[in-house]
């Protein structure tokens, strides 16, 4: 990073007050207290497991002694456990910009992408017989589409996300991209991409794990054909809590699931020797939902009554761009390099430095009391979310960066 020295006291005083005034201004500041948070500790890991929203525990805990221990099998149908994997879709849906009836919750992410994926391509029909897939992309959605395609039969072409328009054609069947790539932070065209991909006549799916609940996502806006995301970053659903699926309405009713088990029947109940697909998003659903931690992500998603999506995103972009500032002032020149994009409109919620000392420094950082994560070979990544990060947060954060830099190893 282009760093001035730091020049001692003053500058930290001068940011501190900054910091002061800016978390004095947030207007999100007060839905941090819907949170417990760990006790003296810059929390800047919620890109891979968010913080524990206040109204988890106790709801946890009555559901474990009330419908579990007292109602028991009843609970299915009295408290509502059956609905819950489209009830609780639909409390990510306005997060995620999808209507009504398109978001079913349940399996990993890892399972929803074959579902998705193996659904695109079905939906493209014979003689599509190219996947696009993202070659910069977490492992999982490699991994997945490999066995996917291997089952359909089709050829996967791993590509960059920039290469995806001068890479489509007559024979793209469907292209897995994703919205936020988690290494490097880095946001990519959704409207744009989605817009080529059906210029093309293929269809789109879009993983969206390191951008729901952290900035406006727009899939029916932007038209999106498939889309998949986990809960336990910036929906704060809890360690392993069930993914989410959104299938756009108007393919529906041409939505041939892979993994097509009881729970997506029309009839579950029926016990018919044969399966017949229920409507709508439910067609998305496989087995018996884990319910403990699909209830947890019900009252986790309770953090976002009245919260605006806009003023997060705009709340993510002003801290971001405070860190890299802080991180400017005090780490000395040349020690760190960020490799998240700079244009606002290339970047996700969290920013990635590079060096080649990462892999010692991070857990300096956290015996510290800053918290983020290391990503191989030499990414400290931190990640911002806005609706319990502060400015103070992130001028400690650097601050205490550029000691344990300027510490040696
Ligand atoms: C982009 C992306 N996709 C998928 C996953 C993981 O999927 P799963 O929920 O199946 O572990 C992650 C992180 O764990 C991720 O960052
Ligand atoms: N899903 C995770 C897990 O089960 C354990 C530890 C971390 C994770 C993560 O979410 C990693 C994350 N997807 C990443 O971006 O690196």
Known sequence: MSARPASGNDTAAALRATAHRL?????????????????????????????????????????VAHEWGALGIRSWTESGWWEAPERVGELI?????????????????????????????????????????????FPTDGYIAEAAVRL??????????????GRLGPRTAAVL???VDYRTGRLHDLPGLTAAVHEAGAYAVWDLCHSAGALPVGLDAHGVDLAVGCTYKYLNGGPGSPAFLYVRAAHQAAFDSPLPGWNSHAEPFGMRPSYTRAEGATAGRVGTPDILS?????????????????????KSLALTDFFLECV?????????????????????????????????????????????????????????????????????????????LGAGD
């Open 23 to 63: 978390d004095a201004e947030d207007p999100l500041r007060p839905v941090r207290e819907r949170f417990t948070l760990p006790e003296d500790v810059v929390y800047l890991d919620g890109n891979s497991l968010g913080a524990l929203p206040k109204a988890v525990p106790d709801r946890l805990a009555r559901v």
């Open 93 to 137: 849906a306005p997060l995620v910009g999808a209507g009504p009836g398109q978001v079913v919750v349940g399996d990993s992410t890892s399972v929803n992408l074959f579902k998705a994926l193996v659904a695109a391509v079905r939906l493209a029909g014979e003689g599509r017989d190219e996947v696009l897939v993202d070659s910069s992309s």
């Open 152 to 165: 359909t039969g089709h050829r996967l072409v791993p590509v960059l996300p920039a290469e995806v328009p």
């Open 177 to 179: 991209l994703n919205h």
């Open 294 to 314: 699909l209830l947890a992500l019900e009252a986790a998603l309770g953090v976002w009554e009245g919260v605006d999506l806009a003023a997060v995103r705009a």
């Open 328 to 404: 400017d002032r005090y780490v000395p020149a040349g020690s760190l390099e960020s490799v998240t994009p700079a244009a606002h409109e290339e970047r996700g919620s969290q920013l990635a430095l590079r060096t080649p000392r990462a892999a010692a420094l991070m857990p300096r950082l956290i015996a510290r009391g800053v918290v983020g994560d290391f990503r191989p070979p030499d990414i400290l990544r931190f990640g911002f979310t806005p609706l319990y990060v502060g400015f103070a947060d992130a001028e400690r954060a650097a601050r205490v960066l550029a000691e344990e």
